[in-house]
């Protein structure tokens, strides 16, 4: 994830935070592991030399696996007051059965669709 899109949402689009989707078990800790990369490193009021900021620095990053977080979170993504970026992360191959990856695959997509509209 590039830190231009960061500042993006932060600053030009006012987003305070982000959703982290991933389809997909084995990435289930993904979420987690951006918090603290990314709060804990971008998350300062002052820069390097102790000086204040005068614009957003990181949002809240939170997430869950897809599948699972489509019966809680989702209802917020879809219908709440907020706008919330949100990344779908879909490997387009994965372990097991084939036709239940595709599924798995097509669903992503459909939630990422509805949400753009």
């Not at 209802?75 to 372990?95: R, S």
Request: no cysteine; proline share 5%; net charge neutral.
């Amino acid at each position: 994830m590039r830190r231009g899109a960061l500042r993006r949402n932060t600053d030009f689009l006012g987003a305070e935070s982000r959703a982290l989707l991933p389809y997909s078990q084995s990435l289930e800790l993904l979420p987690r592991y951006l918090q603290q990369l990314e709060m804990e490193s971008n998350g300062k009021r002052v820069d390097r030399e102790g000086r204040e900021l005068g614009h957003a620095t990181a949002p809240v990053i939170w997430g869950a696996t897809g599948t699972l977080s489509q019966h809680s979170f989702h209802q917020l993504l879809h219908q709440g007051t907020q706008d919330i970026p949100a990344d779908f992360i879909v490997p387009l191959q994965g372990k097991g059965d084939p036709t239940s990856q595709s599924l798995l695959v097509s669903n992503a997509f459909a939630q990422a669709a509805a949400l753009l509209s």
